[in-house]
């Protein structure tokens, strides 16, 4: 049962707890909640945190400890998962009402949802801050800052990835169906002292106040990409693809290439609303979506839905050709045949599901994943390669994308 004032935001369940603060974070930026609230979270324990932009009016949370885990894989994992969940969220009403999802590209291995042992949410902006899980919990000061970084190591050197990139170029050149495929790589980054996830993630927020910040399980992230949002009967996705970096954006919406290379993403999502359960999709795009890092061509779309479950969605779309390619079974197989490094949860599904099948889903792009005694991360990029793809040109966007995590790494 959704309490009434719950709807909007699809989080629902009783109220537990007011969370009682010094300072009033109702009508705080999400990046100002986020970085006021993580630091209730007990020391050497990592938190789980989606921070939407505020013009979402979406719920931010920060959650830690585990109360349930459903894992799945395969097709139709995300839905899998939930099923597993919400039969048991109905055995278990005083639990958080939300779990925490992430999912790995690759269908073979294992995603999960989680819900927190302790949930600290805001589920509108102007709204107080409610705890589910704790009674009051204590403010641990976290005032640290993060580690000096000791060394920066290419998974991945520029003639590696010349060479994929040329492989995939002959491929999509000689073969008439395959159109277009996204390749990535790595950097793993080592400092000398455990980061503090949650300090990334609110300074991922602070400078990506138009992404969806995330911190799943050691993959802490700001994306700008929203794959699946589900509320209230209606979805919504920010579909991304074509990119130059800040100084080069009037050349996005005249180039060619750019445009079929979006086109094609869009594309992914359009042809698969109706299997999706989606009818009456209004598509809004492309326009420049600015950011400080780079700019992007950027679709909107959104549809009614028949049946509220962002999971389903999410199976059914998932991936999208910004992160696999087109048509998708070909990419995907190309991928697996050229990429040397594991995805692992980059370019999957991260996001959060209620009970009742709403959520909100983004795409884990422009993130790290943290080793379990977060001494080392390793940040993924990935870009769309297309038959007239430039090896040069794409190293260095996906440096620029890298740099959207490592720049709030220092100091
Ligand atoms: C795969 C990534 O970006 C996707 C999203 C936006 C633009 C993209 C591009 O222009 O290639 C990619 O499709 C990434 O950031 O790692």
């Known amino acids: 049962m959704i309490a009434p004032e719950a709807r909007r935001t699809g989080v629902a369940s009783a109220l537990v707890h007011t969370l009682s603060c010094d300072v009033d974070l109702s009508a705080a930026s999400g990046a100002r909640w986020l970085d006021a609230v993580r630091r209730y979270c007990p020391p050497q324990v990592d938190p789980w945190i989606w921070v939407a932009p505020d013009t979402d009016d979406a719920p931010a949370m920060v959650g830690w400890g585990e109360q349930a885990r459903f894992t799945a894989h395969g097709h139709g994992a995300a839905?899998?998962?939930?099923?597993?969940?919400?039969?048991?969220?109905?055995?278990?009403?005083?639990?958080?009402?939300?779990?925490?999802?992430?999912?790995?590209?690759?269908?073979?291995?294992?995603?999960?949802?989680?819900?927190?042992?302790?949930?600290?949410?805001?589920?509108?902006?102007?709204?107080?801050?409610?705890?589910?899980?704790?009674?009051?919990?204590?403010?641990?000061?976290?005032?640290?800052?993060?580690?000096?970084?000791?060394?920066?190591?290419?998974?991945?050197?520029?003639?590696?990835?010349?060479?994929?990139?040329?492989?995939?170029?002959?491929?999509?050149?000689?073969?008439?169906?395959?159109?277009?495929?996204?390749?990535?790589?790595?950097?793993?980054?080592?400092?000398?002292?455990?980061?503090?996830?949650?300090?990334?993630?609110?300074?991922?927020?602070?400078?990506?106040?138009?992404?969806w910040t995330y911190c799943h399980d050691g993959l802490v992230g700001a994306t700008p990409e929203l794959l699946v949002d589900c509320r209230d009967g209606l979805f919504r996705c920010r579909v991304l693809a074509g990119t130059r970096k800040p100084s080069w954006s009037h050349e996005l919406l005249h180039d060619p290439k750019e445009h079929r290379e979006h086109e094609l993403a869009v594309a992914s999502v359009t042809g698969r609303l109706a299997e999706a359960g989606l009818s009456e999709p209004a598509v809004r795009g492309p326009f420049l979506l600015e950011l400080p890092n780079v700019t992007h061509l950027a679709t909107d779309i959104t549809a009614r839905v028949t049946t509220t479950n962002a999971a389903h969605i999410v199976d059914v779309i998932h991936p999208t050709a910004a992160v696999c390619g087109t048509p998708r079974e070909l990419a995907y197989q190309l991928i697996e045949q050229t990429e040397t490094i594991d995805r692992g949860r980059f370019a999957g599904?991260?996001?959060?599901?209620?009970?009742?099948?709403?959520?909100?889903?983004?795409?884990?792009?422009?993130?790290?994943?943290?080793?379990?005694?977060?001494?080392?991360?390793?940040?993924?990029?990935?870009?769309?390669?297309?038959?007239?793809?430039?090896?040069?040109?794409?190293?260095i966007e996906t440096r620029a994308k890298m740099e959207a995590f490592t720049s709030v790494l220092e100091g």
């Open 79 to 211: 839905e899998k998962a939930f099923t597993a969940y919400s039969s048991w969220a109905a055995e278990h009403p005083d639990a958080a009402p939300v779990a925490f999802g992430s999912f790995p590209f690759s269908r073979d291995a294992d995603g999960f949802l989680v819900v927190p042992a302790v949930l600290l949410v805001r589920r509108h902006l102007g709204e107080s801050t409610v705890v589910f899980g704790a009674d009051s919990p204590q403010l641990h000061r976290r005032d640290g800052d993060l580690p000096v970084i000791d060394t920066l190591l290419l998974d991945l050197d520029a003639d590696q990835w010349r060479h994929a990139v040329t492989t995939a170029t002959t491929r999509l050149s000689q073969d008439s169906e395959l159109e277009k495929v996204v390749l990535s790589r790595s950097v793993s980054v080592r400092a000398s002292a455990p980061m503090d996830r949650g300090l990334v993630a609110a300074r991922l927020s602070g400078k990506f106040s138009g992404c």
């Open 349 to 395: 599904p991260v996001g959060w599901m209620s009970p009742d099948g709403s959520g909100q889903w983004a795409l884990a792009l422009r993130c790290g994943q943290f080793s379990p005694d977060n001494q080392s991360v390793r940040v993924h990029a990935g870009a769309g390669i297309m038959p007239s793809s430039d090896p040069d040109k794409e190293w």
